[in-house]
């Protein structure tokens, strides 16, 4: 196979366990170069446990990730970072009395030494995203989409080939939600994976080449989105039980 058409992450039998229970079980998934996969689930599927488990820090219990090939099972998140993964949390995590630019500098100066080159970075990322504009207003007089876009900005600093956007639409309204999608519509064609924890039916089914259900931690199936979502089983798992947020509609 080669290295183009080869996955970029290849998750084989992983499995995460706290105390007796099993947060991701068993679960074995290959992601393509340049794909947008999108992981979904119901509440306490195992979603954001598995992304731990890719981006780092969080230990398997069996099972094996290999990013590129290498075997980077159990490895810490700044050994990830630096082998090119990034990943945004639910939570938005900024400094609120520092500037956007400022807060995705941080993140950019983990990767560059120089602060000319850290410069260049924060700025790229923050173009990458379409939030130049804005820069140098604190975070704390910016809305929340305002704010996942910086959030996004600091992972896109570290110029990873992988990239785990966790909930990213949670709390928008369905304009800022549509201006998000094609943000990060346009994101791989400049060489990067994203792999995406989403409620959001809209987004699933626009953004999405693919998708990959978690359901108990296991992996129920994965594959279309148009022919994922129409199954029954996932209309239960999933969309029976979701949150409301699939609102958007
Ligand atoms: N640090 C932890 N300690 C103990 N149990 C945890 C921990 N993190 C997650 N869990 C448990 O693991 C299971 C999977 O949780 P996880 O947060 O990965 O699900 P999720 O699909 O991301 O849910 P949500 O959509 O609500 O964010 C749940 O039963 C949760 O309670």
Redesign the pocket.
Known sequence: MSAVSSPLLQVRGATVA??G?L?VNDVSLDVMRGEILGIV?P???????LFGAIAGGVPLKSGTIELNGEDVSGRRASYMSHRGVARTF?KVRLFASMTAEENVLVAARAHERSSAGANERAAEALDRIGFLANRRVPVSGLSLADRKRIEIARGLAAKPTLLLLDEMMNGLTVEETDALIEAIRSLPSEGLTIML?EHVLQVVRSLCDRLAV?HH?QLLVEGDPAHVLSRPDVAEAWLGRATGQEGHE
């Open positions: 706290f105390g229970v947060a689930g509440n306490g599927a195992g979603k954001s446990t639910q924890v978690l931690g």
